[in-house]
């Protein structure tokens, strides 16, 4: 059975930080790329940040470059997503997904969002 499991989220003030965790089980984590997505209240989810699976690759939503940073361990199958320095429009239900490198960095560009896997979410609440 595949499965995404998202971890990490918490409750923090303005300028804090938290590392989510995307665990993978179920398929070789070596196939896909991984995705964070986050959807806020009443609005469309959008892409955060993306690391391919076959040249390591890292990519970041305008809003988050500088602050989220993303990379894989694949001993323990899972991406972590590093946010520094979080502000209140970061609060949202993050997401992990995974598929091939294009349809991952599509979907951060807004490409597309069928991804094949997605996880349930960790909510993130940045206080002000």
């Known amino acids: 059975e595949v499965q995404l499991v998202e971890s990490g989220g918490d409750l923090v003030k303005t300028g804090g930080s938290l590392r989510l965790s995307c665990a993978v089980s179920?398929?070789?984590?070596?196939?896909?790329?991984i995705g964070w997505f986050r959807q806020a209240l009443g609005k469309e989810r959008e892409g955060v940040s993306c690391?391919?699976?076959?040249?390591?690759?890292?990519y970041y939503t305008d809003s988050v470059k500088g602050r989220f940073t993303i990379y894989r361990d694949a001993a323990k199958t899972t991406v972590y997503l590093q946010m520094n320095n979080l502000k209140p429009e970061d609060t949202a239900i993050y997401y992990c997904?995974?598929?091939?490198?294009?349809?991952?960095?599509?979907?951060?560009?807004?490409?597309?969002?069928?991804?094949?896997?997605w996880g349930k979410g960790t909510p993130v609440t940045v206080s002000s």
């Open positions: 997904a995974a598929d091939s490198p294009g349809d991952v960095v599509g979907a951060l560009r807004g490409i597309k969002y069928s991804l094949k896997y």
């Open positions: 179920g398929f070789s984590f070596d196939d896909y790329a």
């Open positions: 690391i391919t699976n076959n040249d390591g690759r890292s």
